[in-house]
């Protein structure tokens, strides 16, 4: 059971919208700021968004974080096949003095 | 560029002992934290362990204290992980990955490691 609570699974189309939430408490999420990864097996995770909701360079601006409470979430326009991943939401947690990550998402481009 | 290349790792026996590495170059290792994060076959990223820049403060997952130890060599641009007392559930690619610092706390940011396998099996 993970610290912060991500949806196992997400899919879309094509060009669709997605989101995939990331659910914490006021021990990580709630104080502390939220880092997304994208992960493909067999690679290094890559850096999606840190700090809530910025971009590294070189990260396309269909990617988007936000973060409202103790939740955040990670939206994904305009949907490519290569977008097809597993997806981690991660935040340092004060109660356990770790990084806690979510179970991920593994999104399915249909 | 940035480099972390991990090594070190194998089959070892439940009980048994692994000391992984991690070089580091292209950027100056001595001012940045240090993770390891590792992923079990099936499972998801599990965040390992963190060293700050100067050694000076340590943190890892309540799973692994008391067998494993982090530690770093600032002049040989080098991570390490010691592990005692294997278990098989701690079978798992092993990455290194270079923090960044928010909220005054570190975590995994841009620069990883491609891995190295842990296969803790009799």
């Known amino acids: 059971q993970s610290v912060l609570t991500q949806p196992p699974s997400a899919s879309g189309t094509p060009g669709q919208r997605v989101t995939i939430s990331c659910s914490g408490s006021s021990s990580n999420i709630g104080s502390k700021t939220v880092t997304w990864y994208q992960h493909l097996p067999g690679t290094a995770p890559k850096l999606l968004i840190y700090s809530n909701n910025q971009r590294p360079s070189g990260v396309p601006d269909r990617f988007s974080g936000s973060k409202s409470g103790t939740s955040a979430s990670l939206a994904i326009s305009g949907l490519q096949s290569e977008d097809e991943a597993d997806y981690y939401c991660?935040?340092?947690?004060?109660?356990?003095?770790?990084?806690?990550f979510g179970g991920g998402t593994r999104l399915t481009v249909l | 560029e940035v480099q972390l290349v991990e090594s070190g790792g194998g089959l070892v026996q439940p009980g048994g002992s692994l000391r992984l590495s991690c070089a580091a170059s292209?950027?100056?290792?001595?001012?940045?934290?240090m993770s390891w994060v590792r992923q079990a076959p099936g499972k998801g990223l599990e965040w390992v362990a963190n060293m700050k820049e100067d050694g000076s403060e340590k943190y890892n997952v309540d799973s692994v204290k008391g067998r494993f130890t982090i530690s770093r060599d600032n002049a040989k641009n080098s991570l390490y992980l010691q592990m005692n007392s294997l278990r098989v559930e701690d079978t798992a690619v092993y990455y290194c990955?270079?923090?960044?610092?928010?909220?005054?706390?570190?975590?995994?940011?841009?620069?990883w490691g491609q891995g190295t396998l842990v296969i803790v099996s009799s």
């Open positions: 292209g950027f100056t290792f001595s001012s940045y934290c």
């Open positions: 990955a270079r923090d960044y610092y928010d909220s005054g706390r570190p975590t995994p940011g841009k620069y």
């Open positions: 991660a935040a340092w947690d004060d109660s356990l003095n770790a990084v806690v």
